[in-house]
């Protein structure tokens, strides 16, 4: 079992920046692939960016240029650097560690974090 716990949500103004952090419990944590996903008012969870174990990336188009994903495995953490952040950008922000297999997937969540982006 995988927990994940997040932080660094919080209330920032349009234009700001924050940074979302997630820890990992699983020593094996390198052999996963991670990813921060988000999930509005009223809307369905969508991916974010991802970082595969050997340190590909992949963002959403509307986060790209200004959202960084990074993964520390001695530190069992992944980060999400926001910056340029709008109103839009606003929703719980879930941390997301996957292992794959040859014929399934396994998916763990933390709990989420919410960040507002208002003034």
């Known amino acids: 079992q995988v927990q994940l716990v997040e932080s660094g949500g919080g209330l920032v103004q349009p234009g700001g920046s924050l940074r979302l952090s997630c820890a990992a419990s699983?020593?094996?944590?390198?052999?996963?692939?991670l990813g921060w996903y988000r999930q509005a008012p009223g809307k369905q969870r969508e991916l974010v960016a991802t970082?595969?174990?050997?340190?590909?990336?992949n963002y959403a188009d509307s986060v790209k240029d200004r959202f960084t994903i990074s993964r520390d495995n001695a530190k069992n953490m992944v980060d999400l650097q926001m910056s340029s952040l709008t109103p839009e950008d606003t929703a719980v922000y879930y941390c997301?560690?996957?292992?794959?297999?040859?014929?399934?997937?396994?998916?763990?969540w933390g709990q989420g974090t919410q960040v507002t982006v208002s003034s």
């Open positions: 970082v595969t174990s050997g340190g590909s990336t």
């Open positions: 997301n560690a996957r292992r794959i297999f040859p014929t399934r997937q396994l998916d763990y």
């Open positions: 699983v020593s094996i944590f390198s052999m996963y692939m």
